[in-house]
């Protein structure tokens, strides 16, 4: 407890350290008040004089008692937000009484401090969010990015997506976002394949075939597993369709992936009916009708027939986990055609058997790993080789 003589003799010293203190003190007992409207008045008139003191140090002690807190009379806290930098950075971050309407102006015209003081606030609205992005600034894009409690719209995603997707650290940053569109997960899904494409250390340790084939087969995986999460978003689906997105080996790769949902999705975009009628049909409808359907897709007749082929092997097994279940769904369309051609699979469904051939392979040796850890698990496990 200290004496009103004290702490005018505090306020008046030509010590700057000691008017800081009585700054500090008016602050807190300011906040802490509980006496009568005249003592309240007094210490606020107080406060208002430390305003005009000359040295930062008791103007600083002064934002240090109030910045903290929603107490604070707000018409000080403005004048503090003019003051010094130091200080005005410092009620930046911290002062809750800060509204938008507060920070916009300075996110708009504002220094690179300021503006990373407010993006440290513990709390910052989409539109201050999405303004300080718009100062098109690296570091701070970034750090606004990983900041999961701060909403984006989707709008302001995708367009991040489009125009710094080629930056790592910012795909990055988008890529883990929860809340990150369908459409802006694709473009950075594709943005990541052409880094990898380009990059000097994969070209040269991966033949360029083996290469493109391994980004066509992830990228297709991506986009079958990103729409399989964005399903029930038909607009996501229609526009792979208006920009002609889809082709047969996407179709074919979602159906073996197990992705039934984006597959349901898909055939219902081409053939203008409803997903929910679609995946009623791929569950219990007959040949006849699960042609028609993929007919009307606008798919080729003989292509339409291997798709009612997997169709009808799908529904006995769960290619969703199953890795077996899949494996054995694309053997047992390779050998049909090859049985069914004599081994001269047509020109037209050349494309669909290589496609076939690489799942074949690639689910084989996914297939082998599998065993081969549950089996070197096992304690007791042995393998009779002969000696060499």
């Known amino acids: 407890m200290i004496g009103y003589q004290a702490f005018a003799d505090l306020s008046q010293s030509s010590d700057s350290n000691e008017r800081g203190h009585a700054a500090h003190l008016a602050a807190i007992t300011y906040l802490d008040h509980r006496g009568s409207l005249e003592e309240h008045a007094a210490l606020y008139a107080g406060l208002i ?135 802006a997960r694709l473009i950075l899904v594709r943005s990541a394949a052409a880094s990898l494409r380009e990059c000097r250390m994969v070209k040269g340790a991966v033949a360029p075939e083996r290469l493109e084939r391994l980004l066509r087969d992830g ?84 292509i339409a027939r291997l798709f009612v082929r997997m169709v009808v092997h799908a529904r006995t097994a769960d290619l969703s986990d199953d890795l077996a279940a899949r494996h054995y769904v694309v053997t047992a369309l390779t050998e049909e055609l090859l049985a069914e051609f004599d081994g001269a699979i047509p020109s037209e469904l050349e494309e669909i058997f290589a496609y076939l051939s690489e799942q074949n392979v690639a689910l084989a040796r996914q297939a082998a790993r599998g065993v081969m850890l549950a089996f070197v698990e096992r304690r007791d496990a042995r393998l009779h080789l002969p000696a060499a």
Do not use: W
């Open 49 to 183: 004089g430390f305003l005009d003191d000359p040295s930062v140090k008791v103007r600083a002690a002064l934002a240090y008692g109030l910045l903290h807190s929603a107490e604070a009379p707000r018409p000080i806290i403005l004048s503090l937000l003019q003051d010094s930098p130091i200080i005005s950075r410092a009620v930046l971050q911290y002062s809750p009484l800060l509204v938008d309407a507060d920070l916009m102006p300075i996110v708009r015209k504002g220094d690179i401090d300021a503006l990373l003081a407010i993006v440290q606030r513990a709390k910052i609205s989409t539109r201050v969010a999405s303004a300080i992005i718009g100062r098109n600034d690296g570091d701070l894009t970034l750090r606004v990015l990983s900041r999961h409690d701060v909403p984006l719209g989707p709008e302001c995603l995708t367009q991040l997506a489009s125009e710094k997707g080629t930056d790592a650290s910012l795909r990055g940053a988008l890529l883990s976002r929860p809340d990150l569109p369908a459409p």
């Open 219 to 302: 990228t297709d995986q991506a986009l079958s597993t990103i729409g399989e999460a964005a399903s029930s978003d038909r607009g996501f689906v229609e526009t792979l369709v208006d920009t002609d997105q889809l082709n047969t080996r996407l179709l074919l790769h979602a159906m073996v992936s197990g992705h039934v949902m984006f597959f349901s999705a898909c055939l219902g975009a081409l053939a203008r009916v409803s997903s929910d009628k679609v995946f009623s049909l791929l569950e219990n409808g007959s040949k006849a009708a699960l042609n028609a359907l993929f007919i009307r897709c606008g798919i080729e007749p003989s």
